[in-house]
């Protein structure tokens, strides 16, 4: 659907004084990591769909030029709406959100990106795009779930600004820490503009406890208080890769799997936080 539209069905500001109320005001939710391979837009798609199987109003916007999240969804649009607003030329209004059967809403991604990153390079404002795109939507969703590359790049720091708070994806093995440094080091950075981004730990993306090197660089990890390794973790589970055939997030697929039920108590785990923090 056009966003003009729905901007134009937002509520307006309470006036300010007393009595007045604030506005239902959506949490801005960054999915990142430096290194590639370690299901982030399996989380960011799994978690969406998760969040809004409990009942919430979910936004996901697609900023990986890989397009991955898009193609989970089963959708086939493309980026050039989402790059004309981040280059800075087109307005809000011209966004078409596609409304999928999932609960979820997404602006779709993909390889037509790679010229946003340019251009916001160039630009003075372009680490605040992200940030401008976003802030207006606030009003309409209770989750917005950005879905960034893997790597440092200005795609991904612009969404850090943009940001509320940011979770990293991670898999057990004994190279599970590679990237987290460069990670942390970034969101320091990004702090100089967003002063309030609060990270929400790592979460584990594929958990096979038979697995000895899994279990040793779990315990590793519990001991990395900067890891902050999250209590939920997602569990090996052949239904992940059975959704991602059909395009599918699992929580629809098969809502009795592992990972369904995992991902389920992730959202809720997390979903109070974001609910508090409106």
């Not at 007045?20 to 959506?26: F, I, L, V």
């Not at 050039?80 to 607003?85: D, K």
Request: net charge negative; aromatic share 4%; proline share 5%.
């Amino acid at each position: 659907s056009a966003l003009a539209a729905v901007l134009g069905s937002a509520p307006d500001p309470e006036p300010e004084g007393a009595g007045a109320q604030s506005q239902p005001w959506g949490y801005v939710l960054a999915e990142a990591s430096e290194k590639g391979g370690v299901g982030k837009t399996t989380l960011s798609v799994n978690l969406a769909a998760a969040l809004g199987h409990q009942g919430r109003r979910v936004l996901v916007i697609a900023l990986d030029p890989q397009g991955n999240a898009t193609q989970h969804f089963g959708i086939q649009g493309d980026a050039a709406q989402l790059t004309a607003v981040l280059r800075g030329l087109a307005g809000l209004e011209e966004l078409d959100v596609v409304e999928t059967d999932f609960g979820v809403d997404v602006l779709p991604g993909g390889r037509a990106l790679a010229p946003a990153r340019a251009a916001m390079l160039a630009s003075a404002s372009g680490i605040a795009r992200v940030e401008q795109l976003t802030e207006p939507l606030r009003a309409l969703y209770d989750v917005i779930v950005l879905d960034t590359p893997p790597e440092a790049g200005i795609l991904q720091q612009s969404a850090l600004v943009a940001a509320d708070g940011v979770i990293a994806p991670m898999v057990l093995t004994r190279f599970a820490l590679e990237g987290m440094e460069t990670l942390f080091s970034t969101m320091e950075d990004i702090r100089r503009h967003n002063a309030e981004l609060e990270y929400l730990g790592c979460v584990v993306t594929v958990l096979d406890t038979r697995k000895v090197v899994q279990r040793n660089v779990m315990q590793h990890l519990s001991r990395h208080e900067e890891a902050r390794l999250h209590p939920v973790r997602i569990r090996t589970d052949k239904s992940i890769e059975e959704a991602q055939v059909v395009g599918e997030p699992v929580v629809y697929f098969d809502v009795a799997s592992k990972a369904s039920r995992d991902y389920l108590r992730l959202a809720s785990a997390l979903g109070e936080g974001f609910d508090a923090a409106r």
